[in-house]
Each structure stands twice: as structure tokens, then as C-alpha cells.
């Protein structure tokens, strides 16, 4: 299977996956800000944050986890490129090396969910439901991306077409928009730390 | 400072010059009232509400800077219309792309804009005029 | 386009082979052609309609008379409740944006389709299926009963135990994510798929229209599905946003929801707008006066539309500086529109006007826009706001905007467009007749409740009586809402019989200045045999560029027969940038839309892990959807 795939009509802007994928990120991160600000509008609200009874949230552990989950867009944007390029073997490497990457983080982030719940349930009060609403909406868009990439190994495995250009171009923003919303997600959330 | 003005002359005939006037022209002015609007209201719920009150906000520093800081930006931006629309002076809004484009999207922000400063100057004068935190 | 030499002729019968869809019901199913998409919206958006029409009167029989009982109080907090979630997220809106939106905006940019295909069809089936959601909670005698905007506490479980509001909260997260779909394929097509020679400059005002709507539901959505999911947690799960005993806030339910749908109110009122700047032009003969402002007015409305969210908030105890921020912006909301109305205006009066029903149906828009706006100013001034907030004066202004100003062009354009869609001329002098009905019908229903709301009257009560001194105006309204129905009646009548027996149309029978014109009537499949030159907002009165599309296809430049195959531009000015290859009919959005019509019912009935199962069903009947690759 040639790895070089010349594209018979050289195309120079973004192509209209990537622009949809961007009007899509676009109204996800509107999302994300609603929940930020509904954050932000309740803490505003209570003079105890978090309420007694629930301990403030550690501050190490999730800020490494972000800074680690943001790294992969390293890997995504190289995959990107490569693909641009009709080199498919090396886009999948850099895709797979993402994805074991943001497969950890994953099972490390849903283990401390879990870990929280054993502490605090979201019905206790509003600080414990937006904490929970806000993580847990973060982490749904991360296993979105995971099955995602997982779903580009296995087309990248049968080698590049140009629809399969567009889908790492696309996956990419993809993850870079969820990188960038989860360390304001994590920044949020570690603000009843101050 | 005639050096400045002559650089700035020169960077306004080059594309990318222009591009940028008209783009700032045409979304400053509405990102910047975006801001003022957010902060300026998110200020004044933290003023306001129980939890966030004794933070000793000091509402009305917060207001009048955000409402000169975005009122600036809006001038600048209405600058930057009027501006590529004189240099345009000869261009048919129909026309072709990309003087043709410019044209068109500075003609209509030329107008725009002044709302936005409208609404800046409004709700900053309104806001450090009121009594904080009483009902309306 | 007239085919005169073989060549011609010949690229012509390879693009009907190429594009030519399965005949039959299977071939609706599957379809991806975006006008089948759009008549399918048609349809069902009319079908709503009426659905919510009906709703309607039976409010109005309820108030005719003091000290009623046609219905049930229960009942009546279902017909008013049901009768705004309807007419906006059923009829209305998918209306202009699905059906208008979906049938137009390819055809005027130069495009042979949308630029993803696929997903407009998904938009469509889960569109339908959100709908019959919510009806099916209607028909169980669950319909959603806490009001429109169904304000908590009385949302909650503690207040609304029963599953209607659940049907509303779900129904309305299902919609959206139609409505979403949709958004993103209007705005990629409208950035990509423009003819080359369309830079931004020269888009018709309708693109612009529906551009401005279609970022607007990207960006006011988000709060509503938050707003409803806090909602659904709170009612399925027990967590606490809402109430105050646990550091919840009611207020916060107002907030999202507003600014949600504050933003949806201009969502209704661009894409009329979109129709009422193309009926103009062709009919007053002359272009748009001032239509670089026209343009950005109409993206200004829905920018500016972001910020007075909290105007709907004036009388719930807000801190006065806090509301300042969106008196000012309301105020200043007004003036983008009042621009338009004076270019709408000075192009009629300045060209020269044929007075034919479309043209009639935009002038009862501007009157009822008008006045619709003038009362929509006085509820920025907060005082003002404060008495008139719940009364029917409020219930006038959305009505004079909703019906008058975002309806009318709705059956202007079904006028405008009819001979496009269907080949055949609609009954003039009947159009005529059904305006006037109509428009009579509107002002007798909705301009009394201007009055009686300043009298007093306050909104969704179930009766009143005698004494209130409301039963004249109220009885006027009731007789005027039944003559609006006859006028519409007569409208579809006309409709019907002139799509049996109507004259044919040819290709351009109004002589109208967009590319839509440019095609037989109705469209092929395939829209254009040439791509069109475009070098002005009115390709269609271009001459020039019209006899160089004739030679270009005897040549064979610009049509793009290869394949299935259709072309992208860059962004900002329109050059040709790429050659795409269009996906075919597919069985596999109408699949994902089922998977996830049981996703939501599972929900509903609080089975999560089944619902989780079906999640998965629709992954991978998407994964299914991208195997088959257009290339």
C-alpha cells in the first residue's frame, strides 16, 4: 500500500469537515462557558464554598493531569500534518501515541470521579451538582475523542484517502478544543481551592 | 512620531494592512462590548450577591475601566472603518473581491459601530450612577 | 437554462444519470437532496402548524366569553403551554430554516447541494421524531403544562410530578440537537459553497439572513440544553441548581433560559427578514438600497440580541445596575432593524412597484414589524416593563412580531417561491383575497390585547369576569382568530388547487434577481448544468454572465460531470478552491435519528442503561454512515 497519496486537485484553504468541526466546537464551548458562568453565578451566591462537610478539592493531581491531556494535541497536530502530507503510517503512529496518552488520563480522571463520589454526592447541594455536572461533561467529551481517534486508527490502518485527510484534520481540532476546555474546566473547578 | 505616521501609511496600502483594518473595523467593536457587558454585569452580581459581597469589590474602578478600556477599543476600531473607507473612496461595493469586499464590509461598520459605543457609554454611566445593589 | 447544441444536451443527460435519485417512498427515506429535505420540512412543519393553530383556537373559544369552561383549567395550561413550543421549536423555525432555509440557500449561492448532505437528512428525521416526542406526551395526556418558558419552582417535581414537563425538557433537548445539525450545515455551506465569483459582497441577503440565524442557534442553544439537563438532573437525579434551601437559585433558571431565548426571538424574525429583502428587489425592480447596511443590520440584530437577555428578568428584583447593562442594549437592538425597515421602505417607493400578492404579504409584514417594534421599545425602558410585564400587552407585541412580522413573509415567500418549487403559477386574485383575510384577521386578534393588557388583563389566566371590563375585547380577538384561520384556509386552498391546475411558470416568471431563477422550475436534482459566473448580489439580472454560462456549457467549462461532484470556495472572496465529491442517498440517518428517538424515550421512562445501549446503537450506525466514503 503506497503511503504518498497525491492529491489530484490541490486544495489551499480549509476544507468544509474542518469548518464544521469548528462551528461544532464552537457551540461546545459555548456549552463549557454556560457551565463556567452557572459556576461562577452560584459561587457568587454562597458564602461557604465549598459548603462544610465537603473538603476543598486537592490542586496537584488535576493540574498534572490537564497539563499531560494538553500535551496530546502535540501528537495530534503532528498526526494532521502527516496526513496532509499522504504519509498515513506516521499519522497513525501519532495518533495511536495520542490516544494511549488520553486513554490514562482518562482512566485516571474517572477513577478520581469515582473517588469523589465515595466522598460527596451531587445531591448533597448545588457546589456538589455543578462539580459533578462540569467534570462529568468534560470527561464525556474526552471518551468522545477517545473513540474518535480509535475510530481514525482504524480507517488510517487501510491507508489515506482524501475524506480520511479531512477526518485527522478534523479529529485534531477536535482535541484541541477539548484539551484547551479541560484545563479551564480544571482551572474552574480548582478555584474553590483559593 | 513622523516616521510612526509614515510607516503606518505604508502598512495600510499593503493587503494585509487592509485586511486588518477591516476585519478589526468590523469585530472589535462587538468583542469589546461583549467583554464589558460580561464583566461589567458578572461585576455587578459579585457585588451583589450574599456569598461574593464581602469580597470588597470595588464596583465602580471595575466599571469605569472596563467602560473606557472598551470604549477605546471601540473608537479604534471605528477608526479603522472610516479609515480603509476613505482609502476606498473609488471601490464599488459590488465589486470584485478583495477591494471590493472591504468596501462593502467597511461602508456597513462605519455605522455599526457607534451603537456599540452607545451601549458601552450607557450602561457605564448607569451602572456607577445607581445605588449599588438596590432592587430595581 | 436553455440547452441548445448536443454537447450541451449531452452533459445535461450525464448529470440527470448521475444524480438522479431511487423513485418511491424508499427514495423520500433516503433521500439526501436538500430540496426533498426542504419539502419534507414543508410538510411537517406545516402539519405542526396547524397542530398549533388549532391549540390556538381553542385558547381564544376558552376567552371569548367571561367566566368560561370550554376547557379544563389543567387543559388550558396544556393548550397555552403546547401552543408556544409548537408554533416556535416545531413550526416556525424549522419552517424557515428547514424547509426556506434548506430549499434556497444552495440554489441562490450557486451550489449543487448543501455542503453536507447526509447530516441535513439527519436534521430532518430528528426533527420529526423530537416532535412526535412531544405530541406523544400530548396525545398520553402528559402535554408540557408549566408555560413556555416553564419557569421553576413550579417545574420541579415538588410542583409538576407528572412526566409533562419531563416531555417538554427531553422534547426540547432532542430539538436542539436537529436544530444544531442544521446550523452547522447552513453555515459551512453558505462559508464553502458559494459559486466562485460569489465573494462575500455579493450574497444575497437571504444567505445573510439565514447566516446570522443559523450562528445564533450555534451560540443560543447551549444555554437551553444546560438550562433543561440542570432541569432534568434536578427532577431525575435530585441535584440541586434551583432551590435555595441547598444553594441553588431560581433566578439561575431565568438566566440560561432567557439567554437562550432571547436570541431564539431573533432566530424567528432573521429569516423573515431573509425573505422579505428578496421579495422586494424582484418586485419593486430595482436593487436593495443600502445594501452593505442591510446586510450587517441583519447580523447586527442577531450579535446585539445576545445582550439584553435579562429585559425578560425587569420585574423578578434584579439590582438596578446590574440591569442597566441590558436596558442600554436593548435600545440599542431597535436601530439595525429600524435601518432596514427604511431600506425596505425607499426601495419600494423608488422602484417600481407591482403590487402582487408576495409584495402584499411583506407590506402587512412591515406594518405588523412596525408596530411590533414600537411596543417591543417601551419594554426597554424598565419602568414601563415592570406594569406591563405578564399583562396581554406583552402577549400583543410577541404576537404582532411572531404572527404578523415572522409569519407573513412565510406565506410571501410560499407565494414568491410556489412557481420555483412546483412549475406552476398560484391564483393571483385568490392570494390577493387570502392577504387581505388574513391580515384583517391578525389586526382584529392581536390589536385589542394591546389594550386589554394595559387595562389589566393579565396573561395565561384560565377566565375572568364580567366586571374586569375585558369581554369586548377579548370576544373581537376570538372572532378575529377565527377569520386569521379562514384567511389561511383560503391561503392553502389556493396552494392546493394551483399545484393541481396552476399555469406553468416557466423559469422565471417574476423576473427575480437571484440565482434560483437561473434554474428550470422546479430544479433538477443537480440544481446548475454550469456552475453560474457571479460578479454582483443579482446574478439573474446579469446578462452578460448568464450567456457565458449558455457557451460554457456547450464547452464544457464549469460543469463538473465527472462524478458526483460539486465545488468549494474560499471563505471571504469566493475563489474556487476544490472539487468535492457529493455523498449519495443513504439509509443511515434515518437509522442514527431512531437510535436515538429510543434513546430519548429510555430516558423518559428512566431506563438509563438501555438508553446508554442505544447511545452506542448510534455510534455505530455512524460509523456505518462514514465507511461509505463519496471517493
Request: with cysteine; hydrophobic share 55%; glycine share 8%.
Amino acid at each position: 500500500m503506497s503511503d504518498i497519496v497525491v492529491p489530484a486537485r490541490p486544495r489551499s484553504a480549509s476544507p468544509s469537515g474542518w469548518w464544521g468541526m469548528a462551528a461544532f466546537v464552537a457551540t461546545e464551548a459555548t456549552l463549557f462557558a454556560v457551565l463556567v458562568g452557572t459556576y461562577a453565578y452560584l459561587r457568587f451566591q454562597t458564602v461557604q464554598w465549598p459548603p462544610d462537610g465537603i473538603a476543598a478539592p486537592k490542586v496537584t493531581l488535576p493540574i498534572v493531569l490537564a497539563l499531560v491531556l494538553a500535551a496530546t494535541s502535540v501528537p495530534m497536530a503532528l498526526a494532521s500534518a502527516a496526513a496532509r502530507r499522504g504519509l498515513a503510517r506516521r499519522a497513525s503512529a501519532l495518533a495511536f501515541a495520542a490516544l494511549v496518552v488520553q486513554s490514562v488520563y482518562f482512566g485516571i480522571a474517572v477513577h478520581q470521579f469515582a473517588s469523589d463520589l465515595d466522598r460527596f454526592t451531587p445531591q448533597q447541594d448545588a457546589y456538589a451538582s455543578i462539580y459533578y455536572t462540569l467534570l462529568g461533561a468534560d470527561h464525556a467529551h474526552v471518551a468522545v475523542g477517545l473513540l474518535l481517534n480509535a475510530w481514525l486508527l482504524l480507517r488510517l490502518a487501510t491507508g489515506l484517502t482524501r475524506y480520511r485527510v479531512v477526518a485527522v484534520q478534523a479529529i485534531a481540532f477536535y482535541w484541541h478544543a477539548v484539551n484547551v476546555l479541560t484545563l479551564l474546566v480544571t482551572a474552574c473547578v480548582l478555584s474553590a481551592a483559593l | 512620531m513622523r516616521a510612526l505616521g509614515g510607516a503606518v501609511r505604508r502598512a495600510v496600502r499593503t493587503a494585509a494592512g487592509q485586511e486588518f483594518l477591516q476585519w478589526f473595523g468590523l469585530l472589535g467593536a462587538p468583542l469589546a462590548w461583549t467583554v464589558q457587558l460580561v464583566l461589567g454585569f458578572g461585576v455587578t452580581e459579585a457585588r451583589c450577591d450574599a456569598g461574593s459581597a464581602q469580597w470588597g469589590i470595588g464596583l465602580d474602578t471595575w466599571e469605569i475601566s472596563l467602560m473606557a478600556a472598551a470604549g477605546t477599543i471601540v473608537l479604534l476600531a471605528e477608526a479603522s472603518a472610516v479609515g480603509l473607507y476613505l482609502l476606498t473612496r473609488d471601490v464599488d461595493y459590488e465589486g470584485p473581491p478583495p477591494l471590493g469586499r472591504r468596501r462593502f464590509f467597511v461602508t456597513a461598520s462605519s455605522l455599526g459601530n457607534v451603537l456599540f459605543l452607545a451601549a458601552i457609554l450607557l450602561s457605564g454611566l448607569a451602572a456607577v450612577h445607581h445605588t449599588p445593589c438596590q432592587q430595581s | 437554462m436553455t440547452t441548445v447544441t448536443a454537447p450541451a444536451d449531452e452533459r445535461v443527460g450525464r448529470l440527470e444519470l448521475i444524480w438522479e435519485e431511487r423513485p418511491g417512498v424508499l427514495g423520500w427515506l433516503t433521500t439526501v437532496d436538500h430540496k426533498r429535505i426542504g419539502l419534507l420540512y414543508l410538510f411537517a412543519t406545516l402539519a405542526f402548524f396547524l397542530a398549533g393553530g388549532v391549540e390556538a383556537l381553542l385558547i381564544r373559544t376558552q376567552l371569548a366569553q367571561p367566566d368560561s369552561h370550554v376547557v379544563s383549567p389543567g387543559t388550558f395550561n396544556e393548550l397555552f403551554t403546547t401552543h408556544g413550543v409548537t408554533m416556535i421549536f416545531l413550526a416556525v423555525i424549522p419552517m424557515q430554516i428547514g424547509a426556506f432555509g434548506n430549499y434556497l440557500v444552495p440554489l441562490m449561492i450557486g451550489a449543487r447541494d448543501m455542503a453536507f448532505p447526509r447530516l441535513n437528512a439527519l436534521s430532518f428525521w430528528l426533527f420529526l421524531a423530537s416532535g412526535c416526542f412531544i405530541y406523544a406526551g400530548v396525545f398520553m395526556g402528559l402535554a408540557p403544562n408549566a408555560g413556555w418558558f416553564d419557569y421553576v419552582p413550579l417545574a420541579l417535581r415538588e410542583y409538576s410530578p407528572g412526566l409533562n414537563v419531563d416531555f417538554y425538557a427531553l422534547g426540547l433537548i432532542f430539538n436542539g440537537v436537529s436544530s444544531i445539525a442544521a446550523a452547522i450545515n447552513l453555515v459551512v455551506t453558505i462559508f464553502k459553497n458559494r459559486a466562485p465569483g460569489m465573494s462575500l459582497n455579493r450574497m444575497p441577503l437571504f444567505c445573510f439572513a439565514i447566516l446570522a440565524t443559523s450562528f445564533s442557534l450555534l451560540f443560543a442553544l447551549p444555554p437551553l440544553t444546560i438550562d433543561l439537563v440542570f432541569l432534568e438532573l434536578q427532577r431525575l437525579a435530585g441535584f440541586h441548581f434551583f432551590d435555595v434551601a441547598h444553594g441553588g437559585d431560581p433566578l439561575l433558571w431565568q438566566h440560561l433560559f432567557w439567554l437562550f431565548g432571547h436570541p431564539e426571538v431573533y432566530i424567528i424574525i432573521l429569516p423573515a427578514f431573509g425573505i422579505a429583502t428578496s421579495i422586494i428587489p424582484t418586485f419593486a425592480r430595482r436593487k436593495m438600497i443600502a445594501f452593505p447596511l442591510v446586510a450587517l443590520a441583519e447580523l447586527l440584530v442577531a450579535f446585539i440580541g445576545f445582550g439584553v437577555w435579562a429585559h425578560h428578568m425587569f420585574a423578578v428584583g434584579l439590582p438596578t445596575i446590574a440591569v442597566v447593562f441590558f436596558a442600554a442594549a436593548s435600545m440599542m437592538v431597535v436601530v439595525p432593524s429600524t435601518i432596514q425597515v427604511f431600506a425596505w421602505t425607499l426601495t419600494v417607493t423608488m422602484g417600481r412597484p407591482q403590487f402582487k400578492a408576495p409584495l402584499l404579504f411583506i407590506g402587512g409584514f412591515i406594518v405588523f414589524f412596525v408596530l411590533g417594534g414600537l411596543s417591543g421599545i417601551t419594554f426597554a425602558a424598565i419602568p414601563i416593563d415592570q406594569a406591563t410585564t405578564d399583562t396581554y400587552y406583552v402577549v400583543a407585541h410577541f404576537h404582532f412580531i411572531i404572527f404578523g412580522a415572522a409569519v407573513f413573509p412565510l406565506l410571501g415567500g410560499m407565494f414568491y417561491w410556489f412557481p420555483k418549487v412546483t412549475g406552476r403559477l398560484y391564483h393571483e386574485g385568490l392570494a390577493q383575497a387570502g392577504f387581505w383575510l388574513t391580515f384583517v384577521g391578525t389586526a382584529a386578534t392581536f390589536f385589542p390585547m394591546h389594550v386589554v393588557g394595559l387595562l389589566g388583563m393579565t396573561r395565561r389566566i384560565y377566565t375572568y369576569s364580567d366586571d374586569d371590563g375585558w369581554s369586548a375585547y377579548n370576544l373581537v380577538e376570538t372572532i378575529g382568530g377565527y377569520v386569521l384561520a379562514a384567511g389561511l384556509v383560503l391561503i392553502a386552498l389556493n396552494l392546493v388547487w394551483s399545484r393541481l391546475r396552476g399555469a406553468p411558470s416557466g423559469r422565471d416568471p417574476f423576473s427575480g434577481g437571484t440565482l434560483e431563477w437561473v434554474t428550470p422550475s422546479p430544479p433538477p436534482h443537480y440544481n446548475f448544468a454550469v456552475i453560474p459566473r457571479v460578479s454582483s448580489p443579482y446574478p439573474n439580472w446579469d446578462a452578460e454572465d448568464r450567456a457565458q454560462d449558455v457557451r460554457n456549457l456547450d464547452r464544457g467549462a464549469r460543469v463538473f460531470d465527472d462524478g458526483h461532484e460539486a465545488v468549494a470556495s474560499t471563505v471571504k472572496d469566493g475563489y474556487l478552491d476544490d472539487v468535492l465529491e457529493m455523498p449519495s442517498e443513504s439509509p443511515w440517518p434515518i437509522v442514527v435519528a431512531a437510535c436515538v428517538t429510543v434513546l430519548f424515550v429510555l430516558v423518559l421512562t428512566s431506563h438509563f442503561l438501555a438508553a446508554t445501549a442505544f447511545a452506542g446503537l448510534a455510534a455505530l450506525a455512524l460509523a456505518a454512515w462514514h465507511w461509505q466514503e463519496p471517493e
